[in-house]
């Protein structure tokens, strides 16, 4: 069974801070996915990657395939990135598996 | 103009009534999905539909019957609520059959209280 650990489970910043957000799995994947939840409760697909690295504007989402590890990265945070942000994976025929989330808080 | 849509957005009904929650997408996808989100925020799969056929049934129980009457709909029918049913419940769609090799769409949740 896959487990799925995020860390922090909260994480408050100063505007402007660089921030990351760490996943890791237990079991070899094909892919994973960083989701965010915003305040209001909607969800939105960040990024969904099996190796190496992407990039939207100031996120960056790196995968670490052998050590069963990615981050999320924000840079130049700001506090409309408040909110949830949740690491999903996918493995085998299993169905997403997600972690528990991560509560980020952006002060002004 | 909205790709996920579910109805109501919100519900609140006593505990033995049968509720439904609605789910389209006008993304053309072939795949769409239930997720139940608890009170502690935690994401879980409940069903997966894949061109109106069921895909995963992650353990739950039968009072939880999804229903799919063409590729762009998938409905939940719950039948005798109970407390532990209270939730925000995600609908969400992906363009082909290799599920969480997707990137997916999320409507923006039915949240159910039961009283």
């Known amino acids: 069974k896959n487990e799925v650990e995020q860390s922090p489970q909260n994480l408050t910043a100063q505007e402007g801070e660089f921030i990351t957000i760490n996943c890791s799995y237990s079991v070899g994947i094909s892919a994973l996915h960083w989701l965010q939840q915003h305040p209001g409760g909607g969800i939105v697909s960040l990024f969904m990657?099996?190796?190496g690295k992407k990039k939207h504007g100031r996120l960056i989402a790196t995968i670490n395939i052998q050590e069963k590890h990615s981050s999320l990265h924000i840079t130049a945070s700001h506090p409309r990135d408040s909110a949830v942000y949740i690491c999903a994976v996918k493995a085998g025929n299993t169905p997403l598996v997600f972690g528990k989330g991560t509560r980020l808080s952006v002060i002004a | 103009d909205t790709a996920v849509s579910q109805t109501p957005k919100y519900l609140v009904t006593q505990m033995g009534n049968d509720k439904s929650i609605k789910c389209e997408q006008n993304?053309?996808?072939?795949?769409m999905y239930w997720y139940k989100q608890d009170s502690k925020k935690f994401l879980k799969i409940m069903f997966s539909?894949?061109?109106?056929?069921?895909?995963i049934n992650e353990t739950v129980p039968n009072r939880f019957s999804p229903k799919s009457p063409d590729k762009a709909h998938l409905n939940l029918h719950i039948n005798s609520l109970e407390l532990g049913d209270s939730a925000v419940y995600f609908c969400?769609?992906?363009?082909?059959?290799?599920?969480?090799?997707?990137?997916?769409?999320f409507g923006p949740g039915t949240r159910l209280l039961v009283l």
């Open positions: 990657l099996s190796s």
């Open positions: 539909y894949n061109n109106k056929e069921l895909i």
């Open positions: 993304l053309g996808h072939d795949t």
């Open positions: 969400a769609s992906s363009p082909g059959t290799s599920g969480g090799q997707e990137t997916q769409y």
